[in-house]
């Protein structure tokens, strides 16, 4: 008996060394080495890419899927994006340090074989159809996010110069912006085509992205055939990719790259097939596209019909084809909606707004958070929750004419708050409630607040207008021009003391020393805790990328 239990127990405590040392190892990860590497490599692809030479994209592509940086790289993405505790069809989550440095060293593409997506379905905006979306195992998406590393910086050199979404160091500010632009002149076109893809992400046709899509045939077939289960039943997937991949929104843009060219060879020439650069671009037709959305600017209706013909024809080659009931053609008086904005000229003026349904959205969510959720919550966690959801509205629709709807949003507030505390204290009356939760801070009357905590007033929120991104611009390239792009928007839009700790800190984070974007989730982090006696000013206080905190204070919990 004995024996047999010495036998048992020495594979338990190897198990057990072996997991603390991946811990370690996981720990003691030079990021900041790990970007440089990766990006090395990525530099010298899209220098590759943009000499054409084929051959040498597809040996430094291996290199890069081979290297250990850029498997760390990617199992880190797939570890702390938001999706990090949705499991696929193994139930398989990777949540300690051991499990996820396991991974790193697992990662290969021999003998690679895709396991079938587990199949959900989310409500869209409009709550009336529900989205398909496809979740890979923790395992597929790492792959996947390894392979987006080695894919992206030739994306990016091939791309539509007017192609927003999905774009690292691209926004959909930069698409209203590049929208403005087109129409906001006296001599702007008038009529604008309003596109929209039916089920782009799931119709793409399998034969047309394994044909141009430059990167390992074997690996990519993969991933879009690995079909899908629901409700126990194995399905194939013939076309699309899902919409739930790391790498699809990659695919997805670098099938639709090739429109612009399309018009602009089209009609940026006259009727005898040569340019006249007297009169270039006389029809006035613009692009400017964010994913699978996007609008073609035009002199007349006839010519925005004529674009939308050449698109469905671009568009067929790739399995897809435009939704008729989105896709239509409008005046700019009219005016249309797009990215959550609404463009229209009054009286010759070009206004963007935000549209209504973008309003009433953040009414909806606010009013679910004050009167449902909010009916268990005391004043601080309630302001905590709601200060969250104004600042990422207002962050997103601060460059544009957004004024009235930001004054629009305090008048609802107040009514949906007054009504919270009303239903907590039924039997008190309007002065006792008001004086409970209502005070005056500095000079304002009315401020809903604590002690410690107080709401954000929305139409405090300063308007800044954004400067939108050189079209030409390669993020793998111009790595000072978008260092400098981040820490300038990060200089608009901030104030107070945060502007100062933005500035002490060039807008890197303190934990990795790489830039910080300021539409990204951040963090505080205190030098000197609190609880150690640290205080709360600029001298002790320094931004962080959400992700990096959460890896400093999983090792501190471990310590």
Known sequence: MNGNNSTTETPVSERLSDGKRLSIQWKTIDWKKAEQEVNRLQVRIVKATQERKWNTVKRLQYLLTHSFYAKALAVRRVTTNKGKKTAGVDGEIWSTPAMKMRAVMSLTDKGYKAKPLRRVYIEKKDKKKKRPLGIPTMYDRAMQALYALALEPVAETTADTKSFGFRKGRCCQDACEYIFTALS??????????????????????????????????????????????????????????????????????????????????????????????????????????????????ATEEIALEAKELIKDFLKTRGLELSDEKTVVTHINDGFDMLGWTFRKFKGKLIVKPSKKSIQAIVRNLSDTILKRGKAWNQDVLIMKLNQQIRGWTNYHQSVCAAEAFAHLDYILYELLWRWAKRRHPKKGQWWISTRYWHRRENRNWVFATDTKELIRVDHTPIVRHTKVREAANPFLDTEYFRQRKFNQGMKKLSGRFKLIWKNQNGCCYHCGMPLDISDEREIFFKVPKSSGGKEEVANMAYVHADCQRIYLESRSKE
Request: overall charge neutral; charged content about 25%.
């Open 185 to 298: 002149r006296k001599v702007s076109p008038e009529w604008v085509l309003e596109g929209d893809i039916k089920g782009c992400f799931d119709n793409i046709s399998h034969e047309w992205l394994v044909e141009n899509i430059p990167m390992d045939k074997s690996i990519l077939k993969q991933f879009l055939k690995a079909g899908f289960i629901f409700k126990g039943e194995l399905f194939p997937t013939e076309d699309g990719t899902p919409q739930g991949g790391v790498i699809s929104p990659i695919l997805a843009n670098m099938a639709l790259d090739g429109m612009q060219k399309v018009l602009s060879d089209k009609f940026h020439t006259n009727r005898l097939g040569k340019v006249d650069y007297r009169f270039k671009n006389a029809h006035k037709v613009n692009l400017v596209r964010y994913a699978d959305d996007f609008v073609v600017t035009a």
